[in-house]
């Protein structure tokens, strides 16, 4: 187990950090079209709730989502509430199969992840809630372990607490790495960005989801981070689970040019909020997402000022900006955790 704070920011980053002007809490502009509520196997709530919240975004990727809902529905010992939000795809979404397991909500204007993952946390019943991209799904046989774990970490309390596991990347049909992300040591170093894989593998407690949302859906990148800046300054404790429980399947990122558009926001929105060390530590993280961007797109010499512009705010020893993680042996996956789907 890696250090943790204590979830007390100090007084300017808890004054400071709160995003200028309110973020939309309406929901999408067309409410559902429901398939049914999950009815799965594991314990209840006293109160009649389920165990979890899982929240799926989803656009396109037809049997990509399957296999993510399929991945909840197999864990046993785990009551889980299933939301899949259909972004507006342009062929909708179907969970024939998954009748009165899993509800569908259809949007009817594309919104982004902010918006699909708002959508779902409108409905959300259960006491701790988790998010699953569309494109990754849970390890089998994980979920009872990791939720008993969180609890054992304070996820069951009433402060806001999240409690992240490690994953294995997935690519080209490989499993490539493994990796459990390490524990932050203050507040700010959710300034040098989101290494913990928010997606898909953080576990939220009610009192986290409400320190930090919603989620800001002006931003179709970059969100994580901005919901994790809010969320240490609420004073936000995050522990880390060291047991493997997701499969990310990494790919081409869609748009890539709104990193630049993310980045320009992010400082907009905080970068007069911080003190001077607080800025730089920012200001690299940016600076080096506009690094890799560059390097997506093919600019090469851009790539390396950025990452000189980078190091400069904020000198390092690695190239991260955050806490990073711990690389672990990768473990042998099933073949349909392997397949490249859509």
């Known amino acids: 187990m890696g250090r943790h704070y204590t979830g007390r920011p100090s007084p300017r980053l808890e004054a400071e950090t709160q995003p200028r002007g309110d973020v939309p809490r309406r929901l ?9 509520v999950t009815a799965g196997e594991g314990t209840v709530q006293s109160d009649g709730r389920p165990d979890l919240s ?3 975004p989803v656009y396109g990727r037809q049997r990509s989502v399957l296999r993510a809902v399929d991945s909840v529905l197999s864990q046993p010992g785990v009551n889980a509430e299933i939301i899949v939000v259909d972004d507006a795809s342009p062929e909708p979404v179907r969970l024939d199969d998954h009748t009165g397991r899993v509800r569908l909500v259809r949007r009817s204007v594309n919104g982004g992840a902010s918006a699909a993952r708002n959508e779902g946390l409108a409905l959300a019943a259960a006491p701790l809630v988790t998010f699953l991209d569309s494109d990754d799904h849970f390890l089998p046989d994980t979920l009872a372990a990791r939720l008993a774990a969180a609890r054992n970490l304070d996820l069951g309390g009433t402060d806001p607490v999240a409690v992240g596991c490690g994953w294995v990347e997935v690519s080209g049909g490989r499993a490539i790495a493994a990796r459990i992300p390490r524990e932050p040591g203050a507040p700010t170093d959710f300034l040098g960005g989101c290494w913990v894989n928010p997606g898909s593998a953080v576990l939220f407690n009610r009192a986290a989801i409400k320190a930090a949302a919603p989620f800001d859906e002006s931003m179709r990148r970059l969100e994580d981070v901005d919901f994790f800046i809010r969320f240490a300054a609420a004073g936000g404790r995050f522990r880390v689970d060291s047991r493997l429980g997701v499969a990310i399947v990494r790919g081409a990122h869609r748009h890539p040019e709104r990193i630049e558009t993310a980045a320009t926001a992010l400082s907009a929105k905080y970068g007069d909020a911080f003190g001077p060390a607080e800025r730089r530590r920012l200001n690299a993280y940016l600076e080096l997402e506009r690094a890799r961007l560059a390097w997506t797109v093919g600019h090469p010499l851009r790539f390396g000022l ?7 705010h904020h000198p390092r020893a690695r190239l991260n900006t955050g806490p990073g993680w711990q690389a672990v042996p990768v473990p042998r996956l099933a073949p349909q955790s392997l397949s490249v789907l859509d």
């Open 306 to 312: 950025h990452l000189l512009r980078s190091w400069s």
């Open 54 to 56: 899982v929240v799926i």
């Open 28 to 36: 999408a502009l067309v409410r559902a079209v429901e398939v049914g």
